[in-house]
T-cell receptor, first 111, second 112 residues
Framework: DAKTTQPNSMESNEEEPVHLPCNHS???????IHWYRQLPSQGPEYVIH???SNVNNRMASLAIAEDRKSSTLILHRATLRDAAVYYC????????????FGKGTHLIIQP | DVKVTQSSRYLVKRTGEKVFLECVQD?????MFWYRQDPGLGLRLIYF???????EKGDIPEGYSVSREKKERFSLILESASTNQTSMYLC???????????FGQGTRLTVV
């Protein structure tokens, strides 16, 4: 599986935008980029995913570099409830696979 | 809403016991997964299943087995529980490859 690299932790202030980076230099042409987050004492939850184009949904935006070797999850206006561990995962577009998580980025939001 | 339900939130078992962790999903999902989560190690995949009676080893299958006799239910079995299997266990399901996965709330297992 192609690997991802994320910072161990990041800190941001409430009501400010947050940009969470993910490097995936060995990404293949069929790998989708998925983001999940895990709030304290809960199971992970899906945030967003994309292949080549930038994506937006109600939770976040995903900006994908033109060469696809990196991506950025953008929380437009962080709240205290966004404090969580954020995981960037690569998934092949076809076939069954195991959905492998890395260690993620621990996002701390300061009031 | 999709629901992934794990049978117990907290469980305490003795060393050597056979332990069953049950997971049920209500959305007719093809794929189901079992993970364990430990501080500093993140989520690690134990086993997954992409269809009834089908299973694949994940990254850390040693000491575990699984059973998927019905589509909605995926069981994780600790044949002989050991203290190093004390952990948070998370179950997940999804419809198919590259779709959103849904997680249960987790079972915190303590082996004494």
């Amino acid at each position: 599986d192609a690997k991802t690299t994320q910072p161990n932790s990041m800190e941001s202030n409430e009501e400010e935008p947050v940009h969470l980076p993910c490097n995936h230099s060995t990404i293949s042409g069929t790998d989708y980029i998925h983001w999940y987050r895990q709030l304290p004492s809960q199971g992970p939850e899906y945030v967003i995913h994309g292949l080549t184009s930038n994506v937006n949904n109600r939770m976040a935006s995903l900006a994908i570099a033109e060469d696809r070797k990196s991506s950025t999850l953008i929380l437009h206006r962080a709240t205290l409830r966004d404090a969580a561990v954020y995981y960037c995962i690569l998934r092949d577009g076809g076939g069954a696979d195991g959905l492998t998580f890395g260690k993620g980025t621990h996002l701390i939001i300061q009031p | 809403d999709v629901k992934v339900t794990q049978s117990s939130r907290y469980l305490v078992k003795r060393t050597g016991e056979k332990v069953f962790l049950e997971c049920v999903q209500d959305m007719d999902h093809e794929n189901m997964f079992w993970y364990r989560q430990d501080p500093g190690l993140g989520l690690r995949l134990i086993y997954f299943s992409y269809d009834v009676k089908m299973k694949e080893k994940g990254d850390i299958p040693e000491g575990y087995s699984v059973s998927r006799e019905k589509k909605e239910r995926f069981s994780l079995i600790l044949e002989s529980a050991s203290t190093n299997q004390t952990s948070m266990y998370l179950c997940a399901s999804r419809w198919g490859s590259n779709t959103e996965a849904f997680f249960g709330q987790g079972t915190r297992l303590t082996v004494v």
